[in-house]
């Protein structure tokens, strides 16, 4: 099965975009696909690609055709690997499926020379954006694939018409390790962060950007009203870290930074509580674009993967995949009082901690895998053929 994606990505990088290509290219090839990428990367020298996902995802992509295109200038990245992906695609046997969230490719491919597509978008377009979006996603040989029901429910509303066939998967979490029992969780996060060392009466871990609307607030003020618990946070760039330690008043909150892919991971699994406090306006670090409607955080699957119970934000894309009280604790995303209810509930109740641990681990293993995304995408890439 010779399977082409056409990303929107620079790699390696933080950017959420650029780790859900590269997880899922990954699953794509661990499944069986022979795999070509389109990519931009983010140094000169092409040849140090490969090392560079390796050493920031932990990820090998020997096995896979990694095709990309450099500069200096971030402005027209989208546009480049449009072109690269283009010229080496025409010059070549047309692959059995190709996968683009490159808006340009995504156009020429179905609206021009009109082949089959599974087009991936996550967000809505405006301006002229827009009307290649709607284009694409008009065409009868195109399945847009989207990552929620509500982005679903938000394209049509937009465009003011559905796609031609749609496509829900949400996004996922990679194959991991087995979770770290609850006796054992102290002792591994010693081995990985040290200066958490303390008499703890739980603690708290977040991972991801430090923008607005990520929630860091909420917090700050769960730290402020239970001093006895330490909260770790885990992510952001070198500025906001930066910030963030300056104006901290507690000393039970780090501001720990950017680590690896894998180490996260192993993070995750050595905390007491993972928290999601995503408010009603979320920011992805781009002037303009709010994705609280519609998101599908890989940090939610992520977290369910790792046994450890998760208290998140009620927002209704979030309740497609978390139920209170079933896999997760799910609290108004600006009420702190309620927040802080819900933690002391979760460590002051070993048997509802468990219960609601355990069930996300299971729906993880049972739904929310990348490989599992891989087959869906393969199945509904053959269904187009």
């Known amino acids: ?77 989208n546009l480049r690997i449009a072109v690269i992906a283009l010229w080496d695609l025409f010059s070549n046997p047309w692959p059995d499926i190709i996968l683009s969230r490159n808006l340009y490719a995504s ?114 003020l769960m730290a402020k009203a239970r001093p006895g618990v330490l909260f770790l946070l885990f992510g952001g760039n070198e500025a906001d870290v930066e910030i963030r330690r300056r104006s901290s008043e507690y000393d039970n909150v780090h501001y720990v930074g950017h680590v690896s892919f894998p180490l996260a991971q192993k993070v995750m699994r050595s905390v007491d509580v993972l928290l999601m406090p995503y408010q009603e306006s979320v920011s992805i670090g781009v002037s303009g674009h709010d994705t609280a409607r519609w998101m599908s955080p890989m940090k939610m699957f992520e977290y369910m993967a790792t046994g450890v119970p998760i208290i998140s934000s009620d927002l209704p894309v979030l309740c497609e995949v978390l139920r209170n009280g079933h896999n997760a604790l799910l609290v108004p995303p600006s009420n702190s009082q309620l927040w802080i209810t819900a933690l002391d509930e979760i460590l002051s109740d070993d048997q509802l901690a468990g219960s609601i641990s355990e069930q996300a681990y299971q729906d993880y293993l049972m739904k929310h895998t990348w490989n599992q995304r891989a087959h869906r995408l393969i199945r509904a890439g053959k269904e187009l053929q």
């Not at 938000?154 to 087995?178: F, M, Q």
């Open 107 to 220: 156009f020429i491919i179905a609206v021009i020379v009109k082949r089959p597509l599974l087009f991936e978008t996550h967000q809505l377009e405006l301006g002229i954006r827009k009307y290649i979006q709607c284009k694409i996603m008009s065409c009868s040989s195109v399945t847009t694939v989207v990552i929620s029901k509500q982005l679903k429910k938000y394209l049509i509303k937009h465009h003011k018409r559905a796609p031609s066939k749609t496509l829900v998967l949400h996004d996922a979490a990679p194959e991991c390790g087995n979770p770290v029992s609850k006796s054992m969780r102290y002792s591994s996060l010693m081995e990985i962060y040290p200066e958490a060392k303390g008499t703890w009466q739980g603690v708290c871990g977040y991972f991801g950007h430090l923008y607005a609307g990520r929630g860091v607030e909420i917090i700050e």
């Open 1 to 77: 099965m010779k399977f082409t994606y056409i990303s929107p990505s620079e790699v390696p990088s933080r950017a959420a975009n650029s780790v859900h290509v590269v997880m899922q290219c990954d699953a794509l090839v661990q499944v069986g696909a022979e795999l070509t990428i389109y990519v931009k990367r983010t140094m000169p020298k092409a040849e140090k690609l490969l090392w560079a996902i390796q050493s920031s995802y932990g990820i090998d992509f020997s096995k896979a055709r990694l095709v990309s295109v450099w500069s200096g200038s971030r402005r027209g990245s």
